[in-house]
C-alpha cells in the first residue's frame, strides 16, 4: 500500500466511493467524472503502478483483476458490450499510477478515435 495513492485511499476507505463489487483482491467503484453511462473503473486492492507491473509479479492476480471486470459488465448489464482499457505510460494520459481498468458501456462506443 502507497500512502499517498489515491486508489489505495479508496481501498482503504480513507477516500469515499461507490462500490460497484468486491472480490477477495480487486475492488471496482464508478469513476467520479464518466465517460459513457456505466464507467467503472476495477483496482488490484494492492499497489501495482501498471498493468505490466501485475503481469510480471503475478499473472494470476492480474487475471482475476480483469475477471473481476467480466463480472461487472455482466452485473451492470452491458448486454450490447463493453470496452476495456488499461491506459500504461506517458502517452495515454493517465492520472493515476495505481493499476486501473476501465469498464465502460450503456451506449454505442464508436470506434477508437486515433
Ligand atoms: P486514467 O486517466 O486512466 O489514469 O484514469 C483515472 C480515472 O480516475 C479518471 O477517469 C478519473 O475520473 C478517475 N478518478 C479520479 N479520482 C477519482 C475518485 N476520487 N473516485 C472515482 N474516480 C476517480
Ligand atoms: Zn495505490
Given at each position: 500500500m502507497s500512502t499517498d495513492c489515491l486508489f489505495c485511499a479508496i481501498v482503504a476507505g480513507r477516500v469515499p466511493s461507490t462500490k460497484v463489487l468486491e472480490t477477495d483482491r480487486a475492488y471496482a467503484f464508478r469513476d467520479i467524472?464518466?465517460?459513457?453511462?456505466t464507467h467503472v473503473l476495477v483496482v488490484p486492492k494492492d499497489h501495482y503502478e501498471d498493468l505490466a507491473a501485475l503481469a510480471a509479479a503475478d499473472p494470476t492476480y492480474l487475471g482475476e483483476v480483469f475477471g473481476a471486470a467480466a463480472q461487472v459488465a455482466e452485473q451492470e448489464n452491458l448486454t450490447g458490450g463493453h470496452r476495456i482499457i488499461a491506459n500504461t505510460g506517458d502517452d495515454s494520459g493517465r492520472t493515476v499510477f495505481h493499476l486501473h481498468v476501465h469498464v465502460l458501456g450503456?451506449?454505442?462506443?464508436g470506434a477508437l478515435a486515433g
Open positions: 467524472n464518466p465517460w459513457a453511462p450503456g451506449k454505442n462506443l
